[in-house]
């Protein structure tokens, strides 16, 4: 089976939780490599900085629809999520702070989209 056809059929049977498990590993993983890089390796730590900034931002974006189901308690707290994680980019990038906190949330958000044993089961 080709590469293509595996990563077809890989994305029609991931459910949206899935997806953004996986999604939010790869960019975790990102910012973790980027924040053992060396510092003069820029475009590495900028690459990570920025593709986790887009990743909040489409989600903050999401939770600003109104249409969209989550309550809007828990819509409100990624949009505050996700600001801070443009703030805490920016002093990143200038040196100011470290990759830590965003490793971490994302770290707990995956832990919240990782599946259960009993959904693993059922699948």
């Not at 939780?17 to 490599?33: K, N």
């Not at 990624?78 to 801070?84: K, T, V, W, Y």
């Not at 965003?102 to 990782?114: E, F, P």
């Amino acid at each position: 089976m080709s590469l293509q056809a595996y990563k077809a059929a890989a994305s029609r049977t991931e459910t949206p939780r899935e997806l953004e498990y996986r999604l939010f590993g790869q960019v975790t993983r990102a910012l973790m490599s980027a924040a053992e890089a060396h510092p003069t390796d820029v475009k590495t730590r900028i690459d990570a900085l920025d593709w986790n900034r887009r990743l909040w931002t489409t989600l903050a974006t999401d939770c600003s629809d109104p249409d969209n189901a989550l309550a809007k308690p828990m819509r409100a707290q990624i949009i505050s999520i996700s600001l801070f994680v443009s703030r805490h980019s920016s002093a990143v990038m200038r040196g100011d702070e470290d990759f830590g906190p965003l490793i971490d949330i994302n770290r707990s958000i995956m832990q919240g989209l990782a599946p259960t044993p009993a959904a693993q089961q059922a699948a």
